[in-house]
Nanobody
């Protein structure tokens, strides 16, 4: 069993930055971030595999968001730069594996979820 505690989030104007963090209790080989905008399905944003440091990003955020790890703290952070209004949504931390690595951006491929944190970007 893995429990996830998220922090960060908030409101910012377009072009600004925010940083999200997530600490995991328990063992997990990977952690990731998803987001859910009003009226839209939950979508994968970024993922990180601890064993070899591999990262993956959605096309919508590549070059603007950076996922990083602090292995000693079992924590991953998501640095979000050059934020856009379309980045607005609830951001969820995820852990565990229910499928293949290439399915990382699919919610059913993850076992554990955080409670979510709101990110609002105004134009």
């Amino acid at each position: 069993q893995v429990q996830l505690v998220e922090s960060g989030g908030g409101s910012v104007q377009a072009g600004g930055s925010l940083r999200l963090s997530c600490i995991a209790s328990g063992v997990t080989s990977r952690m990731g971030w998803f987001r859910e905008a009003p009226g839209k399905e939950r979508e994968g944003v970024a993922a990180l595999w601890f064993a070899y440091g591999r990262t993956a990003y959605s096309d919508a955020v590549v070059g603007r968001f950076t996922i990083s790890q602090d292995r000693a703290k079992k924590m991953v952070s998501l640095q979000m730069d050059n934020l856009k209004p379309e980045d607005t949504g609830i951001y969820y931390c995820a852990a565990g594996s229910m499928g293949y690595d290439q399915d990382w951006n699919s919610p059913p491929a993850w076992m554990y979820w955080g409670q979510g944190t709101q990110v609002t970007v105004s134009s």
